[in-house]
């Protein structure tokens, strides 16, 4: 699976971005995918997971509330809607895919996409 973040920019505190991870190359709808993140010196972060059809999502306590991710399968695409947006919400965001379904550790995804910057100004 080749995977595409893009959606990444900068914007002020409060507001909102979506980040959009755009799969090809295996059936789509046969992985869990997730969003991490990696801010500057600090490790890859867990934010959220959603299955394979889309039923079920997890994601982290810090981004509960502002955060939601969410698939299209038949556009092969998983989105990750970013609202109230933080400073310390500033980082390297990146998709990743599963065969294992609902995953929120990073060494169980098999395909990552490149990264795209997420930047919150004060």
């Given at each position: 699976?080749?995977?595409?973040?893009?959606?990444?920019?900068?914007?002020?505190?409060?507001?909102?971005?979506?980040?959009?991870?755009?799969a090809s190359g295996r059936?789509?709808?046969?992985?869990?995918?997730?969003?991490?993140?990696?801010?500057?010196?600090?490790?890859?972060?867990?934010?959220?997971?959603?299955?394979?059809?889309?039923?079920?999502?997890?994601?982290?306590?810090?981004?509960?509330?502002?955060?939601?991710?969410?698939?299209?399968?038949?556009?092969?695409?998983?989105?990750?809607?970013?609202?109230?947006?933080?400073?310390?919400?500033?980082?390297?965001?990146?998709?990743?895919?599963?065969?294992?379904?609902?995953?929120?550790?990073?060494?169980?995804?098999?395909?990552w996409g490149q990264g795209t910057l997420?930047?919150?100004?004060?």
């Amino acid at each position: 699976v080749q995977l595409q973040a893009s959606g990444g920019g900068l914007v002020q505190a409060g507001g909102s971005l979506r980040l959009s991870c755009a799969a090809s190359g295996r059936i789509f709808s046969s992985y869990g995918m997730g969003w991490f993140r990696q801010a500057p010196g600090k490790e890859r972060e867990f934010i959220a997971t959603i299955s394979q059809n889309g039923g079920s999502t997890y994601n982290t306590d810090s981004v509960q509330g502002r955060f939601t991710i969410s698939r299209n399968n038949a556009r092969s695409t998983v989105y990750l809607q970013m609202n109230s947006l933080r400073p310390e919400d500033t980082a390297v965001y990146y998709c990743a895919a599963t065969s294992r379904g609902l995953v929120s550790v990073a060494s169980r995804y098999d395909y990552w996409g490149q990264g795209t910057l997420v930047t919150v100004s004060s």
